[in-house]
């Protein structure tokens, strides 16, 4: 929001926002320069706007440290990292100093007694949550992660591929020691776990407590669903796609795919990193995946996943962009909207169908791109070791064995040396799978605790079953949605969402953003459902 906010442009975003009622809408038609709205701006020159110039400032400075990282992550010759990761750490610092002024506490303070409507109360509370959050740290823990990080990062690029535990442990070890210290800081002051304290960053009032609630229930039916999905699945045959797939040609693909889904290229890009991901700021957009020239759908619907967290990039709030509301609401609603894109909607028959076309265009009609076939090899469950590859019935597995891991990490149970058997363990007991001295595609597969992301593998999970409910409302709201997917018409999903989930930005919290949405909060149930509908 622009330093000085005229009327019209608070009508308007209240009027986006759906807040305004019959009285709100007179006062929008009125002139201007009437005296009601002139005094009314006169009052909002205030502690409020003055925070609203500062996180202004803060956003620019993000913006700059996300696409620095991007470069980091896809374009940087190995040579700068050491570079880099010092002036990513510099940059951290400068933020976490503007942010944890004092002058801006007393900001806070005051403009909490100001005469604030709905969407700037809910401004204010997003920013005096994330001041409340840096204020706990003391800057050379800022500054000494973001170092660690950036070292772990670089090391894992080359340490993965070469199954190398020992030099990629030495590195963790530090970057776990900081993300402890930190997760104390913020434990002391919040009166929770060290590792709830830093579940919070990522999920607002999640707790490890509801997490086992969740996933306990989980726990108690998703095993003998996957072994009957298995079972049944076991009795047909499948032709897998025959390659090579060259890249160039994957990368078409890829696009056209985009370009399906809408994804604005005017405001983003796609490329390659070593770990797919969406970065970049909701006007520069920047998605990556990688690619196998014999395997052709892992690319693809690696695109279509990062797409959907574009798209919900790319439709925020930008009346309000620069201010924390204007940001998306968590890290399990960005992973619902990645999991709505390339399952609910990319797995299913009806997109299959239309995607189908597209890729026969590029690689041929080979057997396995029959219609019958290459919908079923893509709702194919088959437990493996690589969590980015998996369906989404045993996908869960994959994120409840991390995050038993790194909650016992960060709370001090077990030690860096005891990940790699506790990993072998999980899978064995959920997946069959044995992943001793298999570092690579075990422990080590994963780009998050390299720099100290503990706290965000539930949000997977999670994400997943705010996708199904999410996607439940919208087939009830829109009765011809499935007829409309196969022909390619997506304009009313997108409507659907971007008028319950993007546009909404941080305003609401995340349970009455959902609640909104679909009527209730946070319910299970839809996930079961979905699940043994579309695979028994």
């Not at 860096?416 to 595609?441: C, H």
Request: charged share 25%; glycine share 6%; net charge negative.
């Amino acid at each position: 929001m622009p330093a000085t906010v005229s009327a019209k442009e608070i009508c308007r975003d209240l009027l986006r926002a759906g807040n305004v009622g019959e009285f709100g809408l007179f006062h929008c038609m009125l002139p201007e320069t009437h005296p009601w709205q002139e005094e009314k701006q006169l009052q909002k020159t205030s502690a409020y706007q003055s925070l609203v110039k500062t996180f202004q400032r803060l956003s620019r400075f993000s913006h700059l440290s996300s696409i620095a990282s991007w470069d980091m992550f896809t374009m940087m010759p190995p040579g700068g990292s050491a570079a880099r990761g010092e002036a990513l750490a510099e940059m951290s610092v400068l933020q976490h100093q503007i942010l944890t002024d004092k002058k801006v506490g007393d900001l806070l303070a005051t403009a909490a007694g100001e005469d604030l409507n709905d969407v700037e109360r809910a401004n204010l509370r997003e920013m005096t949550r994330q001041y409340q959050q840096a204020s706990l740290l003391p800057e050379s823990l800022v500054e000494a992660k973001s170092l660690a990080g950036s070292k772990c990062e670089h090391a894992w690029r080359t340490q993965r591929p070469a199954n190398d535990w020992q030099g990629f442990s030495t590195n963790l070890k530090e970057v776990v020691k900081l993300s402890r210290e930190e997760a104390r800081l913020r434990a002391e002051a919040k009166g929770c776990t060290p590792y709830d304290a830093l579940l919070d960053i990522f999920e607002p009032d999640m707790t490890s407590a509801r997490l086992d609630v969740l996933f306990g229930d989980m726990k108690s039916w998703l095993p003998d669903l996957l072994a009957s999905v298995v079972e049944k699945q076991a009795q047909r045959s499948f032709v897998p796609p025959q390659g090579p797939f060259p890249t160039a040609t994957q990368r078409e693909l890829g696009l056209e795919a985009m370009k399906m889904l809408g994804f604005d290229f005017n405001g983003g890009r796609l490329d390659v990193s070593a770990h797919p991901f969406c970065g970049g700021v909701p006007e520069d957009v920047r998605i990556t995946t990688r690619y196998d020239e014999d395997e052709l759908l892992s690319a693809l619907f690696g695109v279509i996943h990062e797409t959907g967290h574009a798209r919900y990039e790319q439709n925020l709030p930008r009346a309000w962009a620069g201010q924390p509301i204007a940001l998306a609401r968590s890290t399990a609603i960005h992973e619902s909207q990645s999991l709505f894109f390339e399952m609910q909607l990319g797995r299913s028959e009806a997109f299959l169908k239309h995607l189908l076309p597209a890729v026969h265009a590029r690689f041929g009609s080979q057997a396995a791109f029959s219609e019958e076939n290459f919908i079923a090899w893509n709702q194919r469950v088959k437990p493996g070791y690589i969590r980015v590859d998996a369906d989404e019935v045993s996908y869960p597995a994959h994120v409840v064995l991390r995050y038993e891991i790194e909650r016992a990490l960060i709370n001090g149970e077990i030690e860096v040396d005891d990940i790699p058997a506790l990993w072998d363990e999980k899978m064995q007991a959920w997946l069959g799978l044995s992943t001793k001295d298999n570092y690579r595609n075990g422990c080590m597969q994963d780009i998050h605790w390299t720099d100290g992301g503990f706290g965000y593998f539930p949000s997977y999970t999670l994400g997943a079953m705010y996708a199904a409910q999410l996607f439940h409302a919208a087939k009830t709201a829109l009765p011809d949605l499935q007829s409309s997917i196969a022909e390619g018409d997506f304009s009313a999903l997108f409507d659907w969402l971007r008028q319950n989930i993007w546009q909404h930005g941080s305003r609401f919290t995340t349970s009455q953003l959902i609640t909104q949405a679909t009527g209730e909060d946070l319910n299970i149930r839809y996930f079961r459902e979905h699940l043994t509908s579309r695979y028994l």
